[in-house]
């Protein structure tokens, strides 16, 4: 899988209450968002998980090519099955999201683009199990899911803390949505941001998330 724009988002955006506290990502992929994680939170332990084999080897690859390789593991386990010691400061998520589109021919591809390795309901259900109790969830959608995840995240007993809509330009609907979630009610932060300045260039504000990660 491709370094895509959910996933620098997601990885720029998320929170860990507790500067020296762990952090779990769920379908770790490349290893992308575990490695941001571990960049931006120096006291940090993150561990990536995910259940495709070739993904892991790769995200292990690449964790050891970093400078944090000491504080990041990687574990193949679907997180259905994942039975860590303790739980997380952070969890962050940039799940399967395809409900009902036509598969792709590619099976690595498909576990990580389709919800039928991994539904909303399950991931909530993980999120609860895992979350330490002033533990923040982060996690990226397109619009098109916004309704489902915020069901099945209300029926978990989760509660939204943080919302940012994302429009790829200012004259469009916002294409994705970044959430984060706590166990406990509070006010909830909102704000629309775009990607694009209006002249194709990155806005000021994705540039000023993003500028640790991209090279100049």
């Known amino acids: 899988m491709k370094v895509g724009t959910d996933g620098t988002l997601l990885g720029a955006w998320a929170r860990l209450p507790k500067a020296d506290g762990q952090v779990l990502d769920i379908g770790t992929g490349t290893g992308l968002i575990a ?13 990536g998980i995910d259940i495709d084999q070739e993904a892991v080897g790769q995200a292990r690859e690449n964790v050891a090519a970093s400078p944090f390789a ?12 994942f039975s860590p010691s303790s739980r997380f400061d952070a969890i962050v998520c940039n799940p399967p ?18 919800a039928s390795s991994l539904s909303f ?14 533990g923040e969830f982060s996690v990226v959608v397109p619009s098109e899911s916004l309704p489902l995840i915020e069901q099945e995240a209300a ?11 994302v429009k790829t330009v200012e004259r469009k609907p916002a294409r994705r949505h970044l959430l984060a979630y706590g166990r406990h009610p509070s ?14 260039q990155r806005s000021e504000w994705y540039s ?9």
């Open 121 to 134: 309901r399950e991931l909530m259900s993980a999120v609860v199990r895992l979350l330490a109790s002033d």
């Open 187 to 200: 006010p909830t932060e909102q704000e629309v941001r775009c990607l694009d300045d209006g002249n194709g």
């Open 70 to 81: 000491g504080r990041i593991a990687v574990e193949c386990s679907a997180v259905q099955r």
């Open 35 to 47: 490695l941001m994680m571990a960049q931006r939170y120096v006291e940090a332990s993150v561990v």
């Open 97 to 114: 999201y395809f409900v009902d589109a036509l598969e792709s021919p590619n099976a690595g591809r498909t576990v990580a683009r389709h």
């Open 155 to 165: 029926l978990a007993g989760l509660h939204l803390v943080r919302r940012c809509a």
């Open 208 to 216: 000023a998330l993003t500028e640790e990660f991209y090279m100049h």
